[in-house]
């Protein structure tokens, strides 16, 4: 067992953010046991890493994974008009078998773009759950809860958000971690989230939800709770640690603080706010300076319309450069630490750096590639230049998921064979 990467450059993400030249990298069990010069030991796989980087596997704090089934359904329309037209009647069709097919193709997509672990939430949660078990990814996942007001249904949804935590979490050699997902606090009561809180808490799992992605969403909350989104879940005690807050893209800087102040951290999803025309930017100088925990997400396939992070992280920093004509704004290094160490803070997972005694969770970049030469930078290579077809090898928990850009685990034509199955029915 084990795998020995030799003479490999590292971007550590370590305290320091050390870049190592040319050295060993030891994997035994789950974790990186040994990282030094002439490194010996017998391991199962040996690389060579000369002319690769090694990297933090990335960590997409928001996404719906299944929902790659539907991608181009919803291009270059409003958003309000998309999902009712266009997504909502194809989900009504959604059977258990297609959400594990989407899942597994989108998993796909993640590990050939260097993402090695994912938050979600979505419906057939345990499909999903049994696609990431069988491609080898690491995940948090929840199942998306929704009662508008309705008290039979919350009570129904919330019993099957509990269930989902009860029969995955720690599963597949703890690579599965489960939370809890009150959708919005628009399409959700307040009895809801703070039953979900509640639940949270009971099982020390995390809280997803969606919060500002956009300006009729605080109108609303406006009209009818005279406060903005995040004053209203600050008021209601729902804010904690626990809380991974997606897009807050229409928010105030007094509503950073209170983001700050408890604790609770945002999922970042540029390419989704934009292509949504959402026209909020997330406000993350604000974010940094209120000491907020900024991660990446990409969103659905519905909304992005991939779920490449590698373009997200270079999306992310570009929109905020444009957005506040400060070209000093968000820099390279800051970008790659929310894909990295931050997602994984955010996760509470012990992965997102390379470091001895952390999770091997890791991708191999080509470095010897039009794109990425000369290496003058490397994080600055890898934010701006690189894309998913430099990367040549990824491990997750210690073992190889794709080596030499072929995937391991899974059959991947057999995959692509039940998505152009499974895909054709919600094609009228
Ligand atoms: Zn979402």
Not at 2 to 17: H, P, S
Not at 156 to 181: M, N
Not at 232 to 253: D, N
Not at 379 to 393: F, G, M
Request: glycine share 8%; hydrophobic share 40%.
């Amino acid at each position: 067992m084990g795998i020995l990467i030799k003479e490999v450059d590292v971007l550590t993400q370590n305290r320091n953010r050390d870049v190592l030249r040319g050295v060993d990298i030891l994997i035994q069990g789950k974790r990186i046991e040994k990282i030094g010069r002439n490194i010996k030991g017998k391991t199962e796989f040996k690389i060579d890493g000369r002319g690769k980087l090694a990297v933090p596997g990335l960590i997409n704090t928001h996404t719906h994974v299944a929902m790659t089934l539907f991608r181009g359904y919803a291009d270059d329309m409003r958003f309000w008009e998309a999902w009712p037209e266009r997504i909502w009647p194809r989900e009504k069709k959604v059977k258990a078998e297609d959400v594990r097919a989407g899942s597994l193709l989108g998993c796909l997509e993640m590990i050939r773009s260097g993402t090695t672990c994912f938050m979600d939430n979505y419906f057939f949660m345990d499909e999903v759950a049994e696609a990431v078990k069988g491609v080898g990814m690491r995940a948090n996942l929840a199942y998306g809860m929704i009662d508008i007001g309705d008290a039979e249904k919350r009570k129904k949804e919330l019993k099957i958000g509990e269930e989902f935590v009860k029969d995955f979490d720690g599963k597949a050699d703890g690579r599965i971690g489960c939370s809890f997902a009150p959708h919005a606090p628009y399409s959700c009561s307040e009895e809801l989230l703070l039953k979900a809180k509640e639940l949270a808490e009971k099982h020390d799992a995390l809280l997803q939800i969606h919060v500002a992605e956009t300006r009729k969403e605080v109108f609303d909350s406006l009209k009818k709770s005279g406060k903005r989104p995040v004053e209203y879940l600050e008021s209601i005690g729902f804010l904690s640690k626990r809380v991974i807050a997606a897009h807050c893209v229409w928010i105030t800087k007094r509503e950073v603080g209170m983001l700050g102040s408890k604790g609770a951290k945002v999922s970042y999803n540029p390419v989704s706010n934009m292509k949504l025309a959402s026209g909020g930017v997330a406000p993350i100088p604000q974010m940094l300076e209120s000491d907020v925990c900024v991660t990446f997400g990409t969103d659905g396939a519905v909304s992005n319309n991939s779920l490449n992070m590698l373009e997200t992280i270079k999306v992310g920093t570009l929109l905020q450069k444009s957005h506040l004509w400060d070209s000093r704004v968000l820099n390279a290094q800051q970008a790659l630490d929310f894909a990295t160490i931050n997602g994984a803070k955010a996760l509470g997972i012990e992965a997102g750096s390379v470091e001895e005694g952390k999770l091997a969770d890791m991708f191999l970049m080509e470095l010897n590639s039009p794109n990425l030469l000369p290496a003058n930078s490397l994080v600055s290579n890898l934010v701006y230049s690189s894309n998913p077809s430099n990367i040549s090898d990824v491990i997750v928990d210690g073992k190889l998921v794709m080596k030499d850009r072929k995937i391991l685990t899974i059959d991947e034509e057999k995959v692509f064979e039940k998505i152009r199955k499974v895909s054709e029915k919600f094609r009228e």
